[in-house]
C-alpha cells in the first residue's frame, strides 16, 4: 500500500519525506490512499494540530499504514522502543523485554520469537504500569514460534494485542 499525502499547495509528499515535510501540511489537508490493486480513495480530513512526531486529525477516523523498525537480534533483557519490532532469541535463557510508561494511542511494538524458543525459555513482557489485554499482569510467552504485536489504546484498556 502507498499512502500520498497533499499539502494545500497540492504538492504530494511520500511516506518518506513526512518528517522533512511535516511543516507543509495544513488545515484541510487531503490524503490519497492508494491500494495495491490500483484503486485510490481520497479522503479530506482536518489536520488538528502538528508537532515533529504526532499529526492529531479530527473527524472521520482513517487508517495509515505504520512502518515497523525491526531491530537485530535481542539475546538479553531490553527496554522496548514504540514503532520498533523484535526478533528475540531465547536460546541461553529467559529474557524480558519492558513496554514503555507512557505511550500514546495507536503506537505498536512487536516480537518474533526468531529461534522458536519461546516455549522453553520464556519471554516476559513487562507492562511498567499500564495494562496489557486489559490485565494488570506481565505477559508471558511461552509459545514456541509466537509472533505479535501489541497496539496501545487507554490507560483502561492498556496494550491490546493483534497477530495472535
Known sequence: ???TYRNTKGT???YNEMDENIRDLRQ???IDRVLENG?????????????ATNITVTGEA???ESRMVWQPGKTSNFDAIVGNGYFVD?????ITATLPASPTRGQQISFIDVAGTFDTNNLTVVR???????????LIV????????LVYYNATLGWVLTNK
Request: no cysteine; charged share 10%; aromatic share 4%.
Open 90 to 94: 531465547t536460546t541461553s535463557g529467559p
Open 39 to 51: 484503486n485510490t480513495t481520497t479522503k479530506n480530513i482536518t489536520v488538528g494540530s502538528l508537532n
Open 1 to 3: 500500500m502507498t499512502i
Open 28 to 30: 484541510d489537508t487531503t
Open 12 to 14: 504530494a509528499l511520500t
Open 62 to 64: 482513517i487508517g495509515f
Open 142 to 149: 511461552s509459545v514456541k514460534g509466537a509472533a505479535f504485536t
Open 128 to 138: 511498567n504500569g499500564n495494562p496489557i489485554q486489559r490485565d494488570n499482569s506481565d
